[in-house]
Each structure stands twice: as C-alpha cells, then as structure tokens.
C-alpha cells in the first residue's frame, strides 16, 4: 500500500502549482483523503479534506479561497491545485487517507501517509 505525492516545485510568490497523489497496492475511494504539510521547525499541519466521494471539502483558513482539493477515484488519486501562493506556503506537503476520519484536522486520524512533496514559493 503505497501513497505517491508529486507536482511539488520552486514557484515564484502568486504563482500556482498542483499536487497529485496517486494510491497503489488497495482502493482508496472509500478513504477520506487529507493534504498536510510542515514547514522547517514546525509541526505538521492540516491544509485540506475531501470526503468518500468528493461531496464534501474541507480547508485550513489560511489556504481557503487560494487551494482547491479533488479527487478521482477512478484513478485513485487526489489533487491540490494551489493558486495565489505565498511565500509562507512553502513546506513539505504530504498526503494521507483516513479509513475512519472523525477529525479531519488531526494527524492522528490518517492511517497511510505519502512520502512528502516540497513546495518552495520565492518572495
């Protein structure tokens, strides 16, 4: 079982990027699918949710209205598309899928992690 993160790069401050995390080894359209991230120094921190089948969306203040979280459960994977990026964006972004999610904001909740992506946004 395996969570693949990729998209992640050097972008210039208002510039966008967009994260893909591809699931292998199990289905993972019955998962709620999660994006964290951590910054150098700082805990690991939630950026956005989605539900079982995408009704439902989920995201930290500071990212609301700037990041759009989807997902593809054909293709078994999830997207971040992160617009208007800022400097203080920048950090290693993971992704997580949750069998049982009662807080989607808590690490603690997630079961399978991917390896991490990281995202710098130059000033």
């Known amino acids: 079982v395996q969570l693949q993160a990729s998209g992640g790069g050097l972008v210039q401050a208002g510039g966008s990027l967009k994260l893909s995390c591809a699931a292998s080894g199990r289905t993972f359209s019955t998962y709620f699918r999660g994006w964290f991230r951590q910054a150098p120094g700082k805990e690991r921190e939630f950026v956005a949710g989605?539900?079982?089948?995408?009704?439902?969306?989920y995201y930290a203040d500071s990212v609301k209205g700037r990041f759009t979280i989807s997902r593809d459960n054909a293709e078994n994977t999830v997207y971040l598309q992160m617009n208007s990026l800022k400097p203080e964006d920048t950090a290693v972004y993971y992704c997580a899928a949750s069998a049982t999610i009662v807080e989607v904001t808590s690490v603690y909740e997630y079961d399978y992690w991917g390896q991490g992506t990281q995202v710098t946004v130059s000033s």
């Open positions: 989605i539900s079982r089948k995408g009704g439902s969306t």
